[in-house]
C-alpha cells in the first residue's frame, strides 16, 4: 500500500492498529470468484488508539457512536476486483470517515437583525400589491 493515510494535519493513520480481514466478494466474477478473497474489511480500535489526540478521540467516539461495536470502527470495500484496491479503498475510505469525525464543530450562527429599511420597503410593497389588487375587484363595473 501506498504510504500512510493522513487523517487531518500531521496525523495519520497506524499501519500498526489496522486489523485486516479478507473474504470472497459477491456477485459475478467469472472463474476468478470462486478462489480469491477480494472484499476487504477494515477495523480499527478508535477506543483504544494512541494515535489521535485526545480531544478529537472523544469526537469521534461521540460522533461514531452508533458506527462502533466496542469502540471498535470497520469499513468493507468490494467495489474492486483486485484485494490490492479494495484496500486502498477501504483505508482512504477510514481516514476520510477519522477526519469528519474528528472535525471541530462549526463556529455558531450570530443571529443578525434585518435592517429597518428593508422591513419598511417590504411593507410598502405589500400595501402596493394589496391596492392593486384591490382594484381589480369587480365592485364597480355593475
Do not use: C
Request: no cysteine; hydrophobic share 30%.
Amino acid at each position: 500500500m501506498p504510504g500512510p493515510y493522513p487523517i487531518r494535519g500531521s496525523v495519520v493513520l497506524p499501519e500498526a492498529e489496522l486489523m485486516w480481514r479478507f473474504s470472497r466478494s459477491s456477485g459475478p466474477g467469472g472463474q476468478h470468484v470462486n478462489t480469491s478473497d477480494s472484499q476487504v474489511e477494515l477495523r480499527f480500535d478508535l477506543a483504544r488508539t494512541e494515535a489521535l489526540p485526545p480531544v478529537w478521540k472523544q469526537r469521534a467516539l461521540e460522533r461514531l457512536g452508533g458506527r462502533l461495536v466496542g469502540g471498535v470502527v470497520t469499513v468493507r470495500a468490494s467495489e474492486h476486483r483486485s484485494q490490492w484496491r479494495n484496500r486502498e479503498t477501504a483505508a482512504v475510505r477510514l481516514a476520510s470517515l477519522l477526519a469528519e469525525a474528528t472535525a471541530p464543530p462549526p463556529k455558531p450562527r450570530k443571529p443578525t437583525r434585518i435592517p429597518k429599511g428593508i422591513n419598511e420597503r417590504r411593507l410598502r410593497e405589500k400595501k402596493q400589491r394589496a391596492q392593486t389588487k384591490r382594484g381589480r375587484s369587480a365592485r364597480d363595473w355593475t
